[in-house]
């Protein structure tokens, strides 16, 4: 169960990313991650603020849920999934909001074509958790989507491409039938993002 709970942990970041900016966008990606030096690549579904993330060689599927306040790690053998209350949610994770969450300083460090797409970079700078943090963002100008983000220290970095968007199957975003419930009452705990003291 602990290696669950912490596959669960590192699934929350991951899926943060693009749920509360997500607003009404509906899309299906691949993606491509690393947290705390560990790669991460799978197939992610957003739909508003929904977001499905199936990742290889992670156990269950990932589902979060802000509209009912959880986060859903799904498995088959046996059939169940775990259920994280976002009230447990670290008090950092919402960084990647648009704009940031406690964000103080923006700048638009350039703007770029990368195969065809106009892309914004963005240094971000916000303060959460007491701590000071700092983020280089893409913005897709077309999508009006974060695309990869990363901390300055290279410590989170995550991307999306071959972006479709388009309606998603609600279906996508709920446990199958049949599958018990089990409830985490936490998370393990650790600084997700690193950070500086607040100034």
Request: a positive charge.
């Amino acid at each position: 169960m602990k290696r669950l709970e912490t596959a669960l942990a590192a699934g929350l970041l991951l899926l943060a990313a693009w749920a509360w900016p997500a607003g009404a966008a509906q899309f299906k990606a691949d993606l491509t991650a690393v947290t705390h030096g560990v790669s991460h690549q799978g197939k992610i579904w957003v739909k508003g603020g929904l977001v499905r993330a199936d990742l290889k060689h992670r156990p269950g599927v990932l589902i979060l849920r802000p509209d009912q306040g959880a986060l859903l790690m799904v498995l088959s053998r046996p059939a169940y999934y775990l259920a994280l209350p976002l009230s447990e949610m670290p008090e950092n994770l919402d960084a990647f909001s648009w704009p940031i969450a406690g964000e103080t300083k923006r700048k638009l460090l350039k703007t770029l074509k990368v195969s065809g797409r106009v892309w914004q970079k963005y240094l971000v700078e916000s303060v959460s958790g007491g701590k000071l943090r700092k983020f280089y963002i893409w913005r897709d100008k077309k999508l009006s989507l974060s695309v990869k983000m990363t901390t300055t220290d290279g410590r989170y970095r995550a991307s999306l491409s071959n972006i479709e968007k388009g309606p998603q199957d609600e279906a996508l975003f709920s446990p199958p039938p049949g599958h018990k419930k089990v409830t985490v009452s936490k998370l393990p705990g650790f600084d997700w993002l690193g950070g500086d003291k607040k100034p």
